[in-house]
C-alpha cells in the first residue's frame, strides 16, 4: 500500500480527485401563524433575530398572517437552527406560541 506522500514504485506522485469545496447544504427557517401571537410581537421578532428592516419584517408578518407561513431567510444548518431557537425562545418568555420550522433549500 502506498501513501500519498511516498508516490508509486515508478516515481508518480498520488493526488487526491476530491478536493473540491462542497458548499453546506441551507435551510429556510419558516414562522407559523397561530392565533394568540401578537402581529407586533412577529415584528419584532423579525427586525431583532433576522435583521429585518421595518418594511420587510412587516411584510413578511403580513405572508405569514394570510398564508399560515413564512420565510424569515436562508441559513446554513446550525444558523437556522440557533435562529429558530431564538425564537421560540423569546416568543416562550413572552407568553407566545409563535413557533419555527426548518426546511432545506
Do not use: W
Request: net charge negative.
Amino acid at each position: 500500500m502506498t501513501t500519498p506522500s511516498q508516490g508509486t514504485p515508478d516515481g508518480r506522485v498520488l493526488e487526491r480527485a476530491d478536493d473540491q469545496t462542497r458548499v453546506p447544504p441551507r435551510y429556510r427557517v419558516l414562522l407559523h401563524n397561530d392565533d394568540y401571537t401578537t402581529m407586533e410581537f412577529v415584528v419584532s421578532i423579525l427586525e431583532g433575530i433576522f435583521a429585518k428592516s421595518p418594511a420587510e419584517a412587516f411584510r413578511i408578518m403580513m405572508h405569514v398572517h394570510l398564508n399560515g407561513v413564512g420565510v424569515c431567510g436562508v441559513y446554513p444548518h446550525e444558523i437556522a437552527e440557533t435562529k429558530a431557537a431564538l425564537v421560540h425562545e423569546r416568543a416562550r418568555a413572552d407568553g407566545f406560541p409563535l413557533r419555527a420550522s426548518l426546511e432545506e433549500e
